[in-house]
């Protein structure tokens, strides 16, 4: 079934979309927040979390797909989660390595002070995205949406872990710039 089809059950209150939602996108999203939390358990809480949050929010926008605002919402269950299990300073996941990475450039939920200005980093963070080249950009998705280790993306794109951190090193760079000029940093 395609986004759109899930998308008309969600607005239908058809509770197939639930379904059809975990077997295309299940798999996925319990590696990235697997990938973040490095527990199974909670990792599966955060996939049961994203179909509550799925359902009670509906997708406003899916001219990017389904997959994206998923994940996002994943995502931000296994943060969560992984904020009230930890107490001490980000440690023992590569998704905290990978934040640790780019903190200085996106700022934390505790640091925005508004959603107009979540957004705006958002739609900032979207717009640079779509500039940049397709290997940069892949690059960069599998480190910091997916929270893959260095080795892995370098595995996956066929390229030295050295060529990757090379990549992600100029891509914050860059990032950063463009936040600056935009007056987000």
Do not use: H
Not at 57 to 72: F, K, Q, V
Not at 107 to 122: A, F, G, I, N, Y
Not at 164 to 182: A, C, G, I, P
């Amino acid at each position: 079934m395609n986004d759109a089809a899930i998308i008309a059950l969600l607005q239908k209150r058809d509770e197939q979309a639930l379904l059809e939602i975990r077997q295309a996108y299940g798999g996925l999203c319990f590696q990235t927040a697997y990938r973040i939390l490095g527990s199974r358990e909670d990792a599966e809480e955060c996939v049961s979390d994203m179909l509550i949050g799925v359902w009670n929010s509906i997708p406003p926008d899916t001219s990017e797909g389904l997959c994206p605002y998923l994940l996002a919402l994943v995502r931000r269950s296994a943060v969560d989660c992984l904020r009230r299990t930890t107490c001490q300073k980000r440690g023992g996941t590569q998704y905290a390595a990978a934040l640790d990475e780019i903190a200085e450039i996106i700022p934390s939920d505790e640091r925005t002070e508004s959603q107009v200005e979540r957004r705006e980093v958002l739609a900032a963070v979207t717009a640079f995205l779509r500039g940049l080249p397709e290997r940069q950009r892949q690059i960069f998705m599998l480190r910091y949406y997916a929270a893959l280790p260095v080795r892995e993306i370098a595995g996956k794109l066929g390229m030295t872990p050295n060529a990757v951190k090379l990549s992600l090193m100029r891509t914050r760079q860059k990032l950063k710039e463009d936040f600056r000029k935009k007056g987000l940093l």
